[in-house]
């Protein structure tokens, strides 16, 4: 069983590792550096982890004698990441769609009535590396 475990700091982490822990868990997500006070934490509280994850800009400043402490216990340490941002509102076939209709000849406006897409936004897609906002400036 996999747990995800997110907090602002570390007291909260702990917390919230104790309510989400128990003998089932075997892969543990901690959003947090794992230092030697959590990892200490997890094994203590879910003795049948084989997996800890971190985010991979995290995973750099982890303590190598933690690595090499969960290795010998046969814990794998792994950077995981996890999509960061706002998530996309159109999926990439729907990018796709407006670029081939655009590429046909088919007008803006209509593939915006189509598929029910606002006339600006079929006009980024079809453009999606320039910035929204990129108006020459004025003197």
Do not use: W
């Not at 995973?59 to 190598?64: E, G, I, L, R």
């Not at 593939?111 to 003197?139: C, E, F, M, W």
């Amino acid at each position: 069983m996999r747990v995800e475990v997110k907090a602002k700091n570390n007291f909260e982490l702990l917390r919230r590792l104790d309510e989400s822990l128990h003998d089932g868990v075997t892969e543990v997500y901690v959003n947090l550096r794992p230092t030697k006070e959590i990892v200490v934490h997890i094994l203590e509280r879910a003795p049948n982890v084989r997996r800890i994850s971190c985010p991979p800009s995290l995973y750099p400043k982890v303590s190598k004698k933690v690595i090499n402490a969960l290795l010998q216990l046969g814990v794998e340490l792994v950077p995981e990441g996890y999509p960061r941002g706002r998530p996309r509102k159109y999926d990439e076939r729907t990018v796709r769609q407006v670029q081939e209709l655009l590429r046909k000849g088919t007008p803006a406006k209509e593939i915006s009535q189509h598929l029910g897409i606002p006339l600006r936004t079929v006009y980024y897609l079809a453009n999606p590396d320039t910035p929204p906002h990129s108006t020459p400036q004025r003197k």
